[in-house]
Each structure stands twice: as structure tokens, then as C-alpha cells.
């Protein structure tokens, strides 16, 4: 069975200060890494996604991936309170998405 | 702009009655489209995936007669919740994959009360 985990949280940090959030996924066969951000009654919106080994980088954003480790995670530097939300992790197994239980962020002013 | 527009983004119903969701691919021709279910503070469960012109692949678990699932074109697919209970009330999302990315309707709240 394909899993994808993630520390639920809270994780909260302090404005200014960089957020790390961890996925691991259990299927090395995975071939996409998606992470998505959710608002409290909300769809989730798409932050990032990465293919390839190493680091991808979009503003404020990086995302990380470890294949031989199966692990991807996600860093938010300069975080703000608006980043407040949950961060999904989702893998893409070539027919369809699963997703991790979500980690729940909370940027202190 | 929106990708998919995903209709109504809520629904207050009683119970025993039906309600349909549709999601409309605005900018792509939708040949799959995930169907979601998330409880509150949990992730999204995969409920099927419908097939435009054919049947519906439901996940294990998963009701087929309760959950119908239909997807007649490239541009719309729709979800009916058949003699809605209160526990089927939850937040339903329908997600258009196009090659490796995915492209979520807004989602529908539906309280069955």
C-alpha cells in the first residue's frame, strides 16, 4: 500500500523565522512530489512540485527532494503569519494522487 | 483564473434527500477526474476516479450506489450523494489531473442534517 506520512503538527514558529516541514513515502516508485498549501475550508492550492534529486527553489519556498531516502520536504524561509495554514505532501504514482496527513503551520507575529 | 469550477461550495440538505456536485473543466479536456473526500483536520481520501464515457473506478470502501458517478463529457463531471446521511457530511473535492500536475475545484461543503 502507498503511503505518504507527515508530522501533523502543530509546527509553529516565529514570523521571520524558516519553517520545515518533512514528508517520507513508502512506494520508490514514485515519480512526482507535490506540495500543497490549505486554508481552513479551503481546496488546496499548489505551492511547489519537484521531480529531481536536490533542491528546487521559488521565493520564499524550497522544496527538497531525497529519493534514495524517500523523503521530500519543504522550507519556508521569512515566514509570515499568512503562511499560517497546512501544508500537504502528495506523491504522484503515475495513475493518481495520494496525499499525506497534512502538517498544520502556525506563524506567530 | 480557475481551472476547474466546482459547484455549489455549499450545501445544507436533510437527510434522505440527494445532492449532486459538478465539476467543470474550464480550460482542459477532462478524460479522469479524482473525486476526494476530507474529514475535518484529515487528509484528502481518494472516493473514485471517473472516466469520461465509461464506468467510474471507485476505491475500496467506497459505496458505488451511494456515490454515483458520472462523467457524460470532456468538460463535466459530477458526484451524487444518494439518500444523504449525516455521516457523509464532509468536504468534497474534485481534482482534473492534466500530465503530472493537479488542478483542485473549489471544493464543496455538504452538511446533511
Known amino acids: 500500500q502507498k503511503e505518504v506520512e507527515q508530522n501533523s503538527g502543530p509546527l509553529s514558529v516565529p514570523e521571520g523565522a524558516i519553517a520545515s516541514l518533512n514528508c517520507t513515502y513508502s512506494d520508490r516508485g514514485s515519480q512526482s512530489f507535490f506540495w500543497y498549501r490549505q486554508y481552513s475550508g479551503k481546496s488546496p492550492e499548489l505551492i511547489m512540485f519537484?521531480?529531481?534529486?536536490g533542491d528546487k527553489e521559488d521565493g520564499r519556498f524550497t522544496a527538497q527532494l531525497n529519493k534514495a531516502s524517500q523523503y521530500v520536504s519543504l522550507l519556508i524561509r521569512d515566514s509570515q503569519p499568512s503562511d499560517s495554514a497546512t501544508y500537504l505532501c502528495?506523491?504522484?504514482?503515475?495513475?493518481?494522487?495520494?496525499f499525506g496527513p497534512g502538517t498544520r503551520l502556525s506563524v506567530l507575529p | 483564473g480557475a481551472v476547474v469550477s466546482q459547484h455549489p461550495s455549499r450545501v445544507i440538505c436533510k437527510s434522505g434527500t440527494s445532492v449532486k456536485i459538478e465539476c467543470r473543466s474550464l480550460d482542459f479536456q477532462a478524460t479522469t477526474m479524482f473525486w476526494y473526500r476530507q474529514f475535518p483536520k484529515k487528509s484528502l481520501m481518494l472516493m473514485a476516479t471517473s472516466n469520461e464515457g465509461s464506468k467510474a473506478t471507485y476505491e475500496q470502501g467506497v459505496e458505488k450506489d451511494k456515490f454515483l458517478i458520472n462523467h457524460a463529457s470532456l468538460t463535466l463531471s459530477t458526484l451524487t450523494v444518494t439518500s444523504a446521511h449525516p455521516e457523509d457530511s464532509s468536504f468534497y473535492i474534485c481534482t482534473l489531473p492534466v500530465g503530472t500536475e493537479a488542478f483542485f475545484g473549489q471544493g464543496t461543503r455538504l452538511t446533511v442534517v
Open positions: 519537484i521531480y529531481s534529486n
Open positions: 502528495a506523491v504522484w504514482y503515475g495513475q493518481n494522487f495520494v
